[in-house]
């Protein structure tokens, strides 16, 4: 089975741009989250999608949004760009969500100049 | 809500000599728990997951995780470092229904020839 897959690896975009990131799930898996990775910060939870839902949201401004579409895929898209939006975007699947085991792409390396 | 304590930022071990890599949680459920394993520009990778099932877990490359519950400790260990183990080591909790994993601030392994 092919693992998550996410594009683009890496971006750069300056301040107040958007971008739109991509994540295509391990086949069958319906629930897809994604993080923010950050030096300071570590790992932090931004939403998850299950069934073209969104199911659970983390703690980040409006400016951070998703969607899921009828085949599992996902995509996050950030608006108005800022310097601390520099980070590596994950998504994870996994079968249902909850308790499942995520199983995590290789990251969206986002800079912001 | 659950939370997760890696005690230390940093570990260093010479080759072939023991890992360990605490991990504390807090939960007030039946919670899963998780270690997951980055390399550097990857994304993350499980290594074991604990379930109620069995209280030591066996992962892979020889690693390997006890649950204690009274001292609300899962940490991780193996028995002879290799050089390919130096990466960013992540704790995680999951209690039960849907919500969002928790994530260690991760320790990071060095291995010295």
């Known amino acids: 089975k092919a693992g998550v897959t996410q594009t683009p690896r890496y971006l750069i975009k300056t301040r107040g741009q958007q971008v739109t990131l991509s994540c295509s799930p391990i086949?069958?898996?319906?629930?897809v989250s994604w993080y923010q990775q950050t030096p300071g910060q570590g790992l932090q939870f931004l939403f998850e999608?299950?069934?073209?839902?969104?199911?659970n949201k983390g703690n980040f401004p409006g400016r951070f949004s998703g969607r899921q579409f009828s085949n599992s895929r996902s995509e996050m898209n950030v608006s108005t760009l800022e310097l601390g939006d520099s980070a590596l975007y994950l998504c994870?699947?996994?079968?249902?969500?909850?308790?499942?085991?995520?199983?995590f792409g290789p990251g969206t390396r986002l800079t912001v100049l | 809500a659950q939370s997760v304590t890696q005690l230390d930022s940093h570990v260093s071990v010479s080759e072939g000599t023991p890992v360990l890599l605490r991990c504390n949680y807090s939960?007030?459920?039946?919670?899963?728990l998780f270690w997951y394993v980055q390399h550097p520009n990857k994304g993350l990778q499980l290594l074991l997951k604990?379930?109620?099932?069995?209280?030591l877990v066996k992962g892979i490359n020889g690693f390997e995780a006890e649950f204690k519950k009274s001292e609300t400790s899962f940490h991780l260990t193996k028995p002879s470092a290799h050089m390919s183990d130096a990466a960013e080591y992540f704790c995680?909790?999951?209690?039960?229904?849907?919500?969002?994993?928790?994530f260690g601030k991760g320790t990071r392994l060095s291995v010295i020839a």
């Open positions: 086949s069958g898996h319906r629930s």
């Open positions: 604990y379930t109620s099932a069995a209280t």
């Open positions: 995680v909790v999951s209690d039960p229904g849907n919500t969002p994993l928790v």
């Open positions: 999608y299950f069934s073209e839902t969104q199911r």
């Open positions: 939960s007030s459920y039946s919670p899963s």
């Open positions: 994870a699947s996994s079968l249902d969500g909850g308790q499942d085991t995520q199983y």
